[in-house]
């Protein structure tokens, strides 16, 4: 947010030897961050003010002309310029040598220098608006339009930042510093934190005073809850013209654009005290202003052109006959001011929150307004911006009258008091604290104390009593904060160490993570719990069946993820545009209808499960899929926890019909692995490569105390290779193979195996690798030969294993 320094200054006089370096210190340590400041007429240095006195054509070129300008100088100055309006007598703007602009508004500042221009001396630039960055303070009919001051009262030879008021400070706030506090998202509230802060006098505002006489503006309110108060001031006799000088540069320089005298006046009072208002043409309303929830399909065209189809979850402003504008938000095409407006409604209301952030989630609308009333304005705020609007009306519109008043305020906003002892706030402070050192704090800011002893009574006011301050802890912090946390002395904490707390599912967690990443090459990746219903799909399930969100990001991801495996496809296709081949992994949560709520009956509470899912892509499906089953395999080993193995028992609907696996863990189905079948790679738009998918539910893996390897020495004497190429029937599994011939030899090993024409169908040729070795001494030919004969005999007698070779 933007904040402008003279503006606070009609509110509050601070101190003369003030520097913006202090009091954005000052503010920062005691109310908002103030993430910079910048000062105006530094970008309009060495720009003044100029009157031609002469005109006349370029001798070397026919859209140039010689301008003589006086500026402030004995003599006028000579300056060539291709303005399509230059006149005799006009107050224009002059960039002298040094000056910085942007040629046509375009592109970066360039310093003017005195030069040449087709042969003509020009000792500088007369300026467009938008070259100097005031386009939307003076809007130009053309591009080669210079900017005309007829009416503003100068004399040549001014600072153009002077003559306009731009002389200013603006401090930029950083808004989540303000999440918390409605009371500052205007001008009076900086102003009141800086009064106290400085010990500064707060000027009031001023108070609005209507005959009781007048007539009502009708208004219905349909559901308080929604709609706390709602004031309507009928104006008649207005004229539609553009704002006066100093209002336009007010709003400009806090970034609002000025539009008209009208709408100028209800931003003005907007951003000063940080109520939204809005205006309707009187003559537009049928009837009573009703303010009600939206029919179901109900539409609104907006002031920016948007048409939306509300339902009954949207509050609207409305007249006997259709919606004038979105409560809270943005008011309608059709029933705003308008260029011929004369008379206006002008609507000053309270609504909900929580009722404006869920039709702007719903809808991605985020305005000035609704920004404030998300921060839960105070109703107390109304009187303010109704003091202020009438202040404002009755000078820049001196013929305008009000005609009709209604002010319905249902439920006003109660601040709390909050009941804190002295020993209390001493305690947390660290230092002792009197009830007098407390009101001295807490009276600036609006606080009401009441001591009783060592027991304080602190009445919050309205503007901080609408959920920011409702605790003991709420007024330590006000108290602390206008000491100065800076003021405190530090104070070392006594800290005691304690064993540490081995928790074994945070462990294996970690040790998961460093064994994909680490010892297994993959990098890991962080996605969006909602997915794209086109990957839920291409991964098997139903979108309808899957937890929706109540205010999605998109349409397109609109459900929670039930399963890693959607979100594996959509990394897929994003990281295959950039890499042929490469390997990812996530470990999070996934969402499945779970519990009944123990508070609320009726609601369903999400089951979240954390799982491991991986991918692989390249282009061998075989190397890629036993890859894989190897890194789950060894993951047990390497990750202390309970050992995995594989079955066939649950097929996933994404896998390819022959190429998968179930994880097992204590004969539980907790994972699968599978290459993508070409049916789930289409529907996920995976093209020209080979994918491997696995997940876990890491919820059913059995984290161990230690580490479960057992010592085995080194072989004393040289161990004997050997291998064995063999014909198998293709059901003939390696781990078969493996738990046959293992206890016969130190290690075996799997090779590789072969299938072509060869070898007969049904069948597959086999190579494995064996380790010979004994601890009496080295082997023998002879006692080599008798253990593999031993070894194919077996294989033989088992697998009717057909040897081919050793």
Not at 141 to 158: K, N, S, T, V
Request: with cysteine.
């Amino acid at each position: 947010m933007k904040v402008s320094l003279n503006w606070i200054r009609e509110y509050v006089d601070l101190p003369a030897d003030l520097t913006m370096e202090r009091l954005a210190f000052d503010l920062t340590m005691r109310t908002v961050e103030v993430e910079g400041y910048e000062n105006l007429s530094e970008g309009l240095k060495n720009i003044v003010t100029g009157r031609i006195t002469e005109v006349s054509p370029h001798p070397q070129a026919d859209r140039l002309r010689v301008v003589l300008a006086d500026v402030g100088l004995p003599a006028p100055e000579q300056i060539v310029c291709g303005g399509s309006n230059l006149e005799v007598g006009q107050m224009v703007v002059v960039a002298r040598p040094g000056a910085k602009v942007r040629w046509h508004g375009e592109g970066e500042p360039v310093e003017i220098k005195a030069s040449k221009l087709r042969g003509v001396a020009s000792a500088g630039m007369i300026c467009a608006s938008s070259e100097i960055g005031l386009a939307d303070l003076f809007p130009s009919g053309d591009d080669h339009e210079i900017m005309d001051l007829a009416g503003i009262a100068c004399r040549p030879g001014q600072n153009l930042a002077e003559v306009l008021g731009l002389d200013d400070e603006i401090l930029e706030i950083d808004n989540k510093s303000l999440t918390n506090r409605p009371d500052l998202w205007g001008h009076y509230g900086i102003a009141r934190e800086l009064s106290a802060i400085y010990g500064c006098t707060l000027r009031p505002l001023p108070i609005c005073t209507v005959d009781a006489k007048l007539p009502a503006c009708p208004v219905e309110i349909a559901n308080d809850d929604l709609c706390r108060r709602y004031a309507a001031v009928a104006y008649a006799g207005l004229v539609n013209v553009p704002s006066p000088l100093w209002l336009k540069v007010a709003l400009t320089k806090v970034g609002m654009r000025p539009i008209n005298n009208l709408v100028d006046i209800t931003n003005y009072v907007m951003l000063a005290v940080g109520q939204p208002t809005h205006g309707f043409d009187r003559t537009h309303v049928k009837g009573e202003i009703r303010v009600r929830t939206a029919n179901e399909g109900e539409v609104l065209e907006l002031l920016d052109g948007r048409k939306l189809v509300l339902g009954p979850k949207n509050l609207v402003i409305a007249d006997r006959e259709n919606p004038l504008g979105l409560a809270g938000i943005m008011g309608g095409r059709q029933d705003s001011i308008l260029p011929d407006t004369t008379e206006i409604v002008l609507e000053i209301a309270n609504f909900s929150p929580t009722c404006i952030r869920h039709t702007t989630q719903a809808f991605g609308l985020r305005t000035e307004a609704s920004i404030r009333f998300e921060k839960h304005v105070d109703t107390q705020r109304v009187d303010q911006a109704l003091g202020l609007a009438a202040k404002l009306f009755a000078d820049i519109v001196p013929g305008s009258r009000i005609t009709a008043f209604t002010d319905l305020n249902l439920r006003p906003t109660v601040p709390p008091v909050v009941a804190v002892t002295l020993s209390f706030l001493s305690t947390r402070l660290g230092s002792p604290v009197t009830a007098s050192d407390v009101e001295k704090s807490l009276n600036p800011l609006g606080f009401q104390v009441e001591a009783d002893g060592g027991l304080l009574r602190v009445a919050t006011p309205s503007w901080r009593g609408t959920g920011d301050v409702s605790l003991p802890d709420d007024i330590l912090e006000e108290v602390a904060r206008m000491i100065g946390y800076e003021n405190f002395s530090y104070r070392a904490p006594v800290i005691t160490l304690e064993k540490p707390v081995n928790q074994r599912p945070v462990q294996l967690d970690r040790n998961l993570r460093e064994y994909l990443a680490f010892r297994c090459g993959f990098q890991e990746v962080f996605t969006y719990p909602w997915v794209e219903d086109r990957f839920h799909e291409a991964a098997g399930f139903r979108p309808e069946e899957l937890l929706a969100i109540s205010t999605p990001p998109s349409p397109e991801n609109s459900r929670l993820r039930a399963s890693l495996v959607p979100g594996m496809l959509e990394t897929l296709v994003t990281n295959l545009r950039y890499f042929g081949s490469f390997k990812v992994f996530e470990v999070t949560q996934v969402f499945r209808p779970g519990a009944m709520s123990p508070s609320v009956p009726e609601e369903v509470l999400p089951l979240q499960e954390k799982h491991l899912a991986g991918a692989m892509a390249g282009s061998d499906a075989g190397a890629l899929f036993f890859e894989a089953k190897g890194v789950i395999a060894s993951m047990a080993r390497f990750c202390q926890m309970g050992p995995l193995s594989f079955a066939r028992m649950l097929e996933p609907v994404w896998a390819e019909k022959k190429v998968w696996l179930n994880v097992m863990a204590a004969g539980e189905v907790i994972g699968s692995l599978g290459l993508l079948s070409l049916k789930t790679m289409k529907a996920a738009g995976i093209k020209n490569t080979q994918a491997v998918v696995f997940e876990i539910n890491l919820e059913k893996l059995s984290p161990l105390p230690s580490r479960t390897n057992g010592f085995r020495h080194l072989p004393l004497f040289p161990l004997v290779e050997q291998d064995l190429s063999m014909l198998l029937d293709e059901a003939v599994k390696w781990s078969e193979i493996e738990a046959l011939v293992g206890p016969m030899v130190r290690e075996v090993e799997y090779v590789e195996e072969y299938r072509g024409k060869q070898i007969p169908a049904g069948k597959r040729s086999l190579m494995l690798r064996v380790r010979l070795g004994s601890e009496e001494g080295t082997l023998t030919s002879e006692q080599i030969e008798a253990q593999m004969q031993s070894v194919m005999k077996k294989l033989n007698r088992q697998f009717g294993a057909e040897i081919r070779g050793v």
